[in-house]
């Protein structure tokens, strides 16, 4: 069953940082693409981060202040996020791609992440 779970969202002053941590299970990592996205009640959802074998990409928003990692062994996929703004107030989502701009074929439950002082 494939599954991924999100963590390590929460409470944070503008400016300050959070890791998102996300492990994943039943499937192969190496195969597929995985990435962020980020939804906020009456908003469309939006593309943050995506990390493939072989390339990253950022939604203009968030370059510079994000960070996208992956260990495949661990099965791990992280997201750092620095220089916190309070327009990036949203639950945020795990999910694999079978390629970076490609429609999400699986996603966890999210995790919340506010910004404000």
């Known amino acids: 069953q494939v599954q991924l779970v999100e963590s390590g969202g929460g409470l944070v002053q503008p400016g300050g940082s959070l890791r998102l941590s996300c492990a994943v299970s039943?499937?192969?990592?190496?195969?597929?693409?995985i990435g962020w996205f980020r939804q906020v009640p009456g908003k469309e959802r939006e593309g943050v981060s995506c990390?493939?074998?072989?390339?990253?990409s950022y939604a203009e928003s968030v370059k510079g202040r994000f960070t996208i990692s992956r260990n495949n062994r661990k099965k791990m996929v992280y997201l750092q996020m620095n220089s916190l703004e309070p327009e990036d107030t949203a639950v945020y989502y795990c999910?694999?791609?079978?390629?970076?701009?490609?429609?999400?074929?699986?996603w966890g439950q999210g995790t919340q992440v506010t910004v404000s002082s």
């Open positions: 039943g499937f192969t990592l190496d195969y597929y693409a």
């Open positions: 999910a694999a791609y079978v390629a970076c701009g490609s429609g999400p074929v699986a």
């Open positions: 990390i493939s074998s072989s390339d990253t």
